[in-house]
């Protein structure tokens, strides 16, 4: 079944582009223009992804987050904004957002972003368990052995494409699309770092390097 998508955009031409785009690339997609339509739309049905401009009329994209988060909505959120600044990206995945694409941004990436929260449909609603790692992906928080571990938006990211490959050993290069993306200048060296980071915070022997494969969750 093709993934179900709503485009909150107050940006007309540029939603009812993304509408007809997206559906030739097989989503079956909906559009809204503001907040509060947004929110009466999720408050009646669902959707499998949302893409939601953050600066909207009515009501701000920000309160739309809070209302899916505060709903434990299973939708994916791929925030979108013309806010550039770290700190801007910080905000919107502190709200729930999956993913954040600061406009202008290419079709080709937000293609690529859309196809990696298809691939997180269905994750189980209670987050994962792994020995004595707890996490969820909705809240964004990490435990172990009950005690929480903070971690950076791109150590979390790497970690919950691990998780979800349950148990199989994921290669640098996914890792590297699927968290970083197309559009990011650096290379798959950034991964290691990213991974060497993980094993301080989370010890050393939970993941486990397979040589000239990738990467796997241990116990």
């Known amino acids: 079944m093709s993934p179900r998508l709503l485009i909150v955009e107050d940006e007309v031409p540029l939603a009812d582009s993304l509408r007809a785009g997206l559906a030739r690339e097989g989503y079956e997609v909906d559009v809204v223009y503001d907040g509060a339509s947004a929110v009466t739309m999720l408050s009646q049905g669902s959707w499998d992804i949302v893409v939601l401009d953050r600066d909207l009329p009515v009501l701000h994209g920000d309160f739309v987050a809070r209302f899916l988060r505060d709903q434990h909505s299973p939708v994916r959120l791929l925030m979108l904004t013309a806010a550039a600044e770290p700190s801007d990206e910080i905000a919107g995945l502190d709200l729930g957002a999956d993913d954040y694409l600061t406009k202008p941004f290419d079709y080709d990436v937000l293609l690529a972003r859309l196809r990696a929260l298809a691939r997180r449909i269905g994750e189980p609603p209670g987050g994962y368990e792994l020995g004595a790692l707890r996490v969820d ?83």
């Open 137 to 219: 992906p909705r809240a964004r928080r990490v435990w172990l052995d009950d005690v929480e571990v903070h971690l950076r938006p791109r150590e979390f990211a790497v970690l919950l494409e691990l998780l979800r490959a349950g148990g199989a050993a994921v290669s640098p290069a996914s890792l590297f699309d699927s968290v970083w993306g197309p559009e990011d200048p650096t290379d798959e060296a950034v991964v290691k770092t990213v991974i060497h980071s993980l094993r301080k915070k989370l010890g050393a022997d939970s993941i486990t390097t397979i040589h000239g494969v990738g990467y796997r969750m241990d116990p």
